[in-house]
């Protein structure tokens, strides 16, 4: 028999485990970061931590973190107006991608930016990809890792919708040359555009998000395939060997019973893995269970979910306040300033905090490591809600919250 | 053991990394843990720390502690550690881990546990290697014994558990020596020094000692350094130490415990070691009190680290690479009445140290 003498499961106070605190940053005041974050190696070899905000007033952050326990600051942009977002962006060598997205349709500028960040102080405008229309919000994600070609959730000013909740799509678009980005592919889920001969599709009958897009990972062991998290679709492997036309290869779903929201799917090409995240998008616990599942990709046409990431019972932690579930991986970017691992992932679960997992036996993966920090000041949930992640070339770990908290600088020992 | 349980490759978790350390204080009945403990959980450095104390027959760990400091506890209050509190212990650790995880409790960055002054400690050592969720999460960083040096010279005359308790820690204590005669002393230190010449001995007065010198005493990475692991692997493991049966020489009195270390200078075969070690636990694992070893395996380009307590091995783990230009592999046992030559005929009967490869 044992007592322990109990303080409670608060949501102001900081766990962890295997994770040190390195450094805070709340980005002068503007600490709500979407899940754009990626980290530009310069010419001088600085490492640049690039931040997509959550919401207006602010575009992008840029933070040096050649020092992790001493960022600091070098640029802050605003958006044009209150009425959109960036949330998304990547780094390519010196080019940096921002998308934009409208709160609704019809409004400008929707689509992605890019900009030359050789000067990571000084970015420069290259050209605005316009993807507006009267059924399009533009674009909510983007994948852009090989400086040539722009992965994302979009619409189009050519796109109707079905279902107003179904207006962004995968579009691929040539940046080779970036100052004339063309559209050379896109798919869409069959029966959500005006016109499909495909029936409708069936919504989801607990909370109906819509059959769109989100994420789109392309590697280089694969480039023929597109792992797509399509929300309420499903996940998604195309064949983009044609990228003027894509093909489905499979579409795993496990929604209903499951409550949608399909976000991220990452492979894994060793171990022949798909790391799956469902999005959180409900407060207190409404939507749960939102898992981040490992499902058996070794036939890529039949993938079999075999488990779940272990996760701190939603009984205690939807009660500290906002979101509790899955959201955002470290993609494992094939690009120089990030570490990759197939073994060990680091996922994020708003006020679940930051975790990492050991993968290695898929059947039976385990937590090895969290941070969840204690709640950020102005939190308007009362609690953290980090939002995303990277694990830099050096092992630094890096983690947003959504609202207030800005940048987390972490040491990890596993 | 399998070798196919070591440690993975680079991009995978590092086997001697993040675990929370335990340190286990054990010692004999009024030997001074509970005094040791109290000063050791004032320190700054232990402010995160968890305790886990059996209150049986002792002093406990009192409300003013915790009033006093910023510690949780987990207090055990059932009998006697001999008997039931492994099943227990490993209740206690996984019930605070979880509630650590659920944040019901401080985020506690190293636990001690306190034994029973009666208890066998290795049972508590064995439920850290064996209970594969708690190995998961925590790692046995050292074994703490508290010597009382006005008592203990009769004790380890005339029983067994002290001399147990005394040959399976990694840190001697000797307590109470503002009221011994420093001429007990001095032959406690000797006795001490016979039974486990592998352990540190430090001299205690009302439980002050520098926690340094009882924490980080494990291994903590595949990247340690050439210095921390000579001090792992211990005095018996030194080089210089090649060919001598003991630091203490042949020993003067009759413990029955007898320790010493096997060295082999070609690569060894995994299947030969893993051979000896089951027939030495399957027929003799009650008398290996302490098993430590450096061992340069065949096709791996660090050495492997193996640990023991009697028949319980945690999972051999690889470092990353040798630390120094002396690659041979190194056995360090202490045992009650296992003599060298035994288990030295029993590897060369497996072709595993060959004549002219045993020193």
Known sequence: ????????????????????????????????????????????????????????????????????????????????????????????????????????????????????????????????????????????????????????????????????????????????????????????????????????????????????????????????????????????????????????????????????????????????????????????????????????????????????????????????????????????????????????????????????????????????????????????????????????????VFCVDRFAGGLYALEMNI | MRSSEASTPADGRDPFAGRIPISVITGFLGSGKTTLLKKLLRHPGMANAAVIVNEFGEESIDHELLETSSERMALLDNGCLCCTVRTDLQETLRDILTKRMHGEVIQFDRVFVETSGLADPAPVVQTLASDSLLADKFRLDCVVTLVDAVNALGQLDSLSEPIKQAAIADRLLITKTDIAGSAQVTELRERLAEINPQAMILEVVHGEVDPANLIDVGLTSRQTAADKLKRWIGPLGAPEQVGRPGLAGPPRHSTGITSFCLWFDRPLSWTSFETCMNVLTSLRGPDLLRVKGLLNVEGEAGPVVIQGVQHIFHPPARLQAWSDEDRRSRLVFITRGIEREMVENLFRAVGALRSAAAT
């Open chain 1, 1 to 396: 028999m044992s007592t322990t003498i109990n303080v409670g499961s608060q949501a102001d106070r900081t766990l962890s485990l295997n994770m040190t605190l390195l450094s805070h940053h709340e980005l002068d005041g503007f600490g709500g970061v979407g899940e754009g974050v990626a980290m530009q190696i310069t010419k001088d070899g600085r490492h640049i931590m690039w931040l997509a905000h959550e919401s207006a007033p602010k575009n992008f952050t840029a933070v040096d973190v050649s020092d992790p326990r001493k960022p600091k600051m070098i640029v802050q942009t605003d958006l044009p107006h209150a009425q959109m977002r960036s949330n998304s962006l990547e780094v390519s060598g010196d080019i940096l991608a921002v998308a934009y997205q409208t709160k609704e349709w019809g409004l400008k500028p929707a689509g992605f930016d890019l900009f030359d960040i050789s000067t990571p102080e000084k970015p420069k405008h290259i050209v605005h990809f316009d993807a507006s229309g009267p059924y399009s919000r533009g674009a909510h994600c983007l994948w852009f890792v090989d400086g040539e070609t722009v992965h994302m959730a979009s619409g189009a000013p050519d796109f109707q919708p079905r279902d107003s909740k179904d207006d962004q799509f995968y579009r691929i678009i040539d940046v080779r040359n970036p100052t004339k980005p063309t559209e050379v592919g896109r798919w869409w889920y069959p029966g959500t555009k005006e016109g499909d001969s495909a029936p409708p599709v069936r919504r989801m009958p607990k909370f109906d998000s819509g059959y769109r897009m989100h994420n789109c990972n392309v590697y280089p062991e694969r480039p023929d395939r597109a792992y797509i998290g399509y929300i309420d679709g499903g996940a998604i492997i195309l064949d983009i060997s044609d990228r003027s036309n894509p093909k489905l290869v499979s579409n795993w779903r496990h929604s209903p019973p499951n409550t949608g929201f399909v976000h991220t799917v990452m492979p894994l090409f060793g171990p022949q893995l798909l790391i799956v995240t469902d999005e959180c998008t409900k407060d207190d616990g409404a939507d749960w269970p939102k898992m981040t599942w490992v499902v058996d990709n070794r036939d890529e046409t039949n993938p079999v979910p075999i488990s779940t990431f272990p996760l701190p019972p939603a009984e205690i932690f939807a009660k500290r306040g906002g979101r509790y579930g899955s959201h955002n991986l470290h993609e494992n970017p094939p690009v120089k300033a990030a570490r990759k691992s197939e073994k060990i992932i680091l996922a994020t679960f708003f006020n679940g905090g930051l975790r990492a997992f050991d993968v290695s036996h898929p059947y039976q993966p385990t937590e090895v490591a969290y941070y969840v920090p204690g709640a950020p000041k102005m939190s308007p949930k009362g609690a953290v809600q980090i939002n995303d992640a990277y694990w830099d070339d050096r092992g630094v």
